[in-house]
């Protein structure tokens, strides 16, 4: 099993740019996550999603947008990209029933200039 | 309103020593509270984890040890090796992993 993967792995961005995070799970998980982490800080729950199709805002959703069509993939999109989103971003998994135990991908890294 | 503290954001420790990484939460309505570690580059991997209705659990040279009268949780590392030196994360949830708040974490370096 890859896990959890996530692509791309760094990106920089302009401002007002828009882009897409993508994120892929092949242990047949229901749920998954994102979550952003500032420096120095927890990592903040943006978006998650309790299976194919449902969608449901987290601590930090504004700017954001989620979509679920397939178990495997949970995509976020950034639309407008503003300074403040510079950030690391996670996206995460776990089973259902196993809600609380998480798997993580490594991470894609953020700057927005 | 919901935190997840930890005392201390810096622990060094000689190689071989026992670790100990502290947690405060709040939200006395949390009955699951889980401890990930996290490598320079690297997403949150899962440690070790303890409910509500236990004090103590133990895994392969960790204990974490919960003390729900004053809110504490803390995460014990026998024999620290090298390969311990992360940041360490403290969660508490209410049941629900998309309610799981995290703490700052708590940077370890184990010193040789």
């Known amino acids: 099993n890859a896990g959890v993967t996530q692509t791309p792995k760094f990106r920089i961005l302009k401002i007002g740019q828009s882009m897409t995070l993508q994120c892929a799970q092949d242990m047949n998980h229901n749920y998954m996550y994102w979550y952003r982490q500032d420096p120095g800080m927890g990592l903040k729950l943006i978006y998650y999603?309790?299976?194919?199709?449902?969608?449901d805002k987290g601590e930090v959703p504004n700017g954001y947008n989620v979509s679920r069509s397939t178990t495997e993939d949970f995509p976020l999109r950034l639309e407008l990209a503003a300074p403040s989103q510079t950030s690391v971003y996670f996206c995460?998994?776990?089973?259902?029933?196993?809600?609380?135990?998480?798997?993580f991908g490594p991470g894609t890294r953020l700057l927005v200039l | 309103g919901e935190s997840v503290g930890l005392h201390l954001p810096t622990l060094s420790v000689q190689e071989g020593d026992n670790s100990i990484i502290n947690c405060a939460y709040s939200?006395?309505?949390?009955?699951?509270f889980i401890w990930y570690k996290q490598e320079s580059g690297k997403g949150p991997q899962f440690i070790i984890d303890i409910r509500s209705n236990m004090d103590k659990r133990q895994g392969q040279r960790v204990t974490v040890l919960l003390n729900k009268t004053v809110k504490h949780l803390s995460l014990q590392i026998a024999a620290t090796q090298p390969g311990d030196s992360a940041v360490y994360f403290c969660a508490e949830s209410g049941g629900g992993g998309f309610k799981t708040i995290f703490g700052a974490g708590t940077r370890l370096f184990v010193k040789a």
């Open positions: 939200n006395s309505a949390s009955d699951y």
């Open positions: 999603s309790v299976g194919a199709g449902i969608t």
């Open positions: 995460a998994s776990s089973h259902v029933g196993y809600q609380e135990t998480q798997y």
